[in-house]
């Protein structure tokens, strides 16, 4: 079953100019010679696709190629401009995971804080609480402000608070963006990404945005590779990475790697 497909989807954003009230500008403006065309940029443009019950589908490209805006437009947190969007059930949008994370607080406090942030009610919160502690292996720590947690403690309560919360919420669509590129050690890493599985075996429609093409040939079905806003190639894993490495270390001698 579809839960998500696009069709002709664009949008658009208008570019703005500090310039715009200075001497030059006006000049340009006068002469008719202000580059009218730069005031519109193209996030997307004309984007097609579909993603099903239980499909893990992967958007690569570099930065600037669309991939955010494209899962903001499918979240609706961008309104398109063009084309139509069907999504079938309650979607979360996820961008990173250290987002919203108190330095000040806690780490019990900040569970209850990004649960809130991600969706769930304080009761919901808790009925995860021990499951997120557990997972992130940091209960010596719980009354311990992050302040005095390391970079690499923060993203593992970050991401195990994030995947849980995604987990307990009743949405059919989970739209990913670069979430699980900073899971940690590598063992955390490998345990994160674990998860994946559970949320596939709940029948989800996952996209998963990210430079790691590693978790990307591993995990997805099927990879769209983005350029400009629009997609270059689309299909099985390895060919569509294969392609996109290709292209790079030929035009711009540019090897594109997994992190």
């Known amino acids: 079953m579809e839960k998500i497909k696009l069709e002709n989807v664009s949008k658009k954003f208008k570019l703005s100019f500090q310039a715009r009230e200075g001497f030059l500008y006006r000049v340009l403006e006068m002469l008719g010679k202000k580059d009218k065309q730069r005031e519109v940029f193209w996030g997307i443009k004309n984007i097609s696709l579909s993603v099903g019950s239980g499909e893990i589908v992967g958007v ?55 649960g809130a942030v991600l969706g769930l009610s304080q009761k919901n919160t808790a009925k995860i609480f021990d499951q997120v502690v557990e997972f992130s292996d940091l209960k010596d720590y719980l009354d311990v402000k992050l302040v005095k947690f390391s970079s690499g403690m923060i993203i593992r309560l970050a991401y195990s608070i994030t995947i849980h919360s995604i987990l307990n919420r009743e949405a059919e669509i989970i739209l990913l963006d670069e979430v699980f590129s900073t899971s940690g050690d590598i063992f955390f890493q490998e345990k994160s990404l674990g998860k994946i599985a559970e949320l596939q075996s709940k029948q989800k429609a996952i996209i998963i945005a990210s430079h790691d093409l590693n978790l990307i040939e591993n995990y997805c079905q099927r990879v769209i590779w983005l350029e400009g806003g629009k997609i270059i190639k689309q299909g099985e894993p390895h060919e569509v990475i294969k392609s996109y490495q290709k292209f790079y270390q030929e035009n711009e001698n540019k090897l594109i790697v997994g992190s």
């Open 60 to 114: 690569i490209g570099r930065n600037g190629s669309g991939k955010s805006t494209l899962l903001r437009v499918i979240a609706g947190v961008y309104q398109k401009n063009g084309g139509e969007i069907t999504t079938l059930g309650e979607s979360i949008y996820i961008n990173g995971v250290s987002h919203g994370l108190r330095s000040k607080l806690t780490m019990r406090e900040n569970i209850f804080l990004i």
